[in-house]
């Protein structure tokens, strides 16, 4: 039978438990209840920054997306690719065209004119990307912070899962990050297979697939047509195309991508690969048949959210998100 200091003990840490919510390690859902000025919601703020943001333009989505994708995959979710510097993280190529940076910029701002000091860059980074995936239609999923900001920001250390490297070589990129393949279909598509691509980004599927001088052979005909049609060989021009094709979901965040690829309208090599080959195939034929993709995306965000962070005593918070502190 339980002792009462047992029970008093027990009872204390389930209170604990519901008051800060659903945590993994040192971070945890409402990490930051009662941090804060009294009735002032760190979350809400953010949110208000992004909603603001978002309905002047709603492509602001993508661009976090890809912004949390490359921060985590570099040094880990420290906010490190916020870091101006010659040589940081933003000047690497695969970074030039990342945007987003000033509506982390502005939700900081508003952050530290409340309680400075409190809430680091890398958190706001996560929360502005799942509200901007929940303003999109993309559900919204429970963010878990706690992170810290790093201190290092290098070129040097970019070293991304480009669109076009083999499907298998993906899978062991994310694999030592701890996601597993069902994690890198969900994460690869929304961040790489943004609703809007370039001539440079498809040029290799269109024209020449696999560098073997001619066109996917299990690419949709008559998409293969209206490719050709707007980006001719040779064309001085960097005509945009959307990567899905289906027009309705171009600014929504959903499981249209995966029902195009299944019908062999994909545009990036990758693209392809995933509804073809035996290590994805699967998981993309469920998700474009399925109803649950708003929660499993979350989960694989969250997943993604979890990867080398800064915690307790490591790291700061940057009073700056484009600069670490003065010592």
Partial sequence: MMSSSAALVLALGLILVNFTGHCHGALQVGFYRGKCRLLVDVESVVATVVKAKFIMDPTITPALLRMQFHDCFVNGCDASILLDGRASEKTAPPNLSVRGYDVIDAAKAALESICPGVVSCADIIAMATRDAVSLSGGGRYNVETGRKDGFVSLATNVNLPGPDIPLAQSVATFAKKGLNATDMVYLLVENYNQKTGFL???????????????????????????????????????????????????????????KQIMMRRGILQIDQDLATNSLTKATVAKIATGNDFNAKFGEAMVKMGRVQVLTGNQGEIRKSCRAVNKR
Avoid at 207 to 226: A, H, Q, R, Y
Avoid at 247 to 256: K, T
């Fill in 200 to 258: 440079s980004s498809i040029v290799h599927i269109v024209l020449s697939s696999k560098n073997t001088g001619k066109p996917d052979p299990n690419m949709d005909p008559s998409l293969l047509v209206s490719l050709r049609r707007i980006c001719p060989m040779n064309s001085a021009r960097d005509n945009a195309v959307n990567l899905d094709q289906d027009p309705a979901s171009s600014l929504r965040v959903d499981n249209s991508f995966f």
